[in-house]
C-alpha cells in the first residue's frame, strides 16, 4: 500500500524554525513530483511548495524566502524546513505526490493521489 | 499565477439529488491539468478526477468531472449520505499550483 506519513509538527515561537518530514512507503518518490499542501484552521488548502522529479523546486509567494523544500530520495523522504515562522503559517501541513511520466520529448503529470494525514504546526508564544 | 474560482461557495441538497459545482480559471489551464479533491472533516483530501475528466482509481461512477480551458464542472448524479463535504478544484499545470476556495455540499 502507498503511504505517505508526516512528521515534525509542534508548537514554535514566533521567528522559530521547524523542519516538516513527510515519509513514503510502498513506493519509491524519485519518479513522482511531491508538494507541501497547507490549511489554517476552518480555512481552505494552500499550495505551499513542490520538487519534481528533476530536482526543481517552487513556493508560493507567502513562503518564499523562509521555506525550503528538499528530498532524500534514498530514505524516500521529503522535507520543509521552515524558519522565520509567524502566526500566519499556523496550519495542518499535508504532504503530496503525484506521478510524473516520460513521453518521447516530454512529461506527463499527474494529480497528486496520495496524501499523508498531516501535521499540524502551531505558531504561538 | 492561474486563480482559480468556485461556485456555489455552499451547496444545499438532498441525499439522492444531483449536484453540479463549477471552477473557473482566470487563464487557460494547460492540458487540462485540473483535478478535484474530496475532503470530509478531519480528513485529508482525496483525489476524485484528473486531467479534468478522468476518474481516480476506486472513485464511484456517479462523480464526473468535465470542461477544458478555463471552465470545469464537477457533478455528481446522486448524492449518498458520504458524499456531504468540501470539493476544492486544483491545477497543477503550472507554477504555482493552485486552489480554489472550495465548495461545501451540505444536507438540506
Known amino acids: 500500500e502507498m503511504q505517505l506519513v508526516e512528521s515534525g509538527g509542534g508548537l514554535v515561537q514566533p521567528g522559530g524554525s521547524l523542519r516538516l518530514s513527510c515519509a513514503a512507503s510502498?513506493?519509491?518518490?524519485?519518479?513522482?513530483?511531491m508538494s507541501w499542501v497547507r490549511q489554517a484552521p476552518g480555512k481552505g488548502l494552500e499550495w505551499v511548495s513542490v520538487?519534481?522529479?528533476?530536482?526543481?523546486?517552487y513556493y508560493a509567494d507567502s513562503v518564499k524566502g523562509r521555506f525550503t523544500i528538499s528530498r532524500d530520495i534514498s530514505k524516500s523522504t521529503l522535507y520543509l524546513q521552515m524558519n522565520s515562522l509567524s502566526a500566519g503559517d499556523t496550519a495542518v501541513y499535508y504532504c503530496?505526490?503525484?506521478?510524473?511520466?516520460?513521453?518521447?520529448?516530454?512529461?506527463?503529470?499527474?494529480?497528486?493521489?496520495?496524501w499523508g494525514q498531516g501535521t499540524s504546526v502551531t505558531v504561538s508564544s | 499565477e492561474i486563480v482559480l474560482t468556485q461556485s456555489p461557495g455552499t451547496l444545499s441538497l438532498s441525499p439522492g439529488e444531483r449536484g453540479t459545482l463549477s471552477c473557473r480559471a482566470s487563464?487557460?489551464?494547460?492540458?487540462?491539468?485540473l483535478a478535484w479533491y474530496q475532503q470530509r472533516p478531519g480528513q485529508a483530501p482525496r483525489l476524485l478526477i484528473y486531467?479534468?475528466?478522468s476518474r481516480a482509481t476506486g472513485i464511484p461512477d456517479r462523480f464526473s468531472g468535465s470542461g477544458s480551458g478555463t471552465e470545469f464542472t464537477l457533478s455528481i448524479s446522486r448524492l449518498e449520505p458520504e458524499d456531504f463535504a468540501v470539493y476544492y478544484c486544483?491545477?497543477?499545470?503550472?507554477?504555482?499550483?493552485?486552489f480554489g476556495p472550495g465548495t461545501k455540499v451540505e444536507i438540506k
Open positions: 510502498g513506493f519509491t518518490i524519485n519518479n513522482k513530483y
Open positions: 486544483h491545477q497543477y499545470g503550472s507554477t504555482p499550483l493552485t
Open positions: 487563464q487557460s489551464v494547460g492540458a487540462s491539468y
Open positions: 486531467g479534468a475528466s
Open positions: 503530496g505526490s503525484g506521478v510524473v511520466e516520460s513521453a518521447s520529448h516530454y512529461y506527463i503529470y499527474y494529480a497528486m493521489d496520495v
Open positions: 520538487i519534481y522529479s528533476g530536482g526543481g523546486t
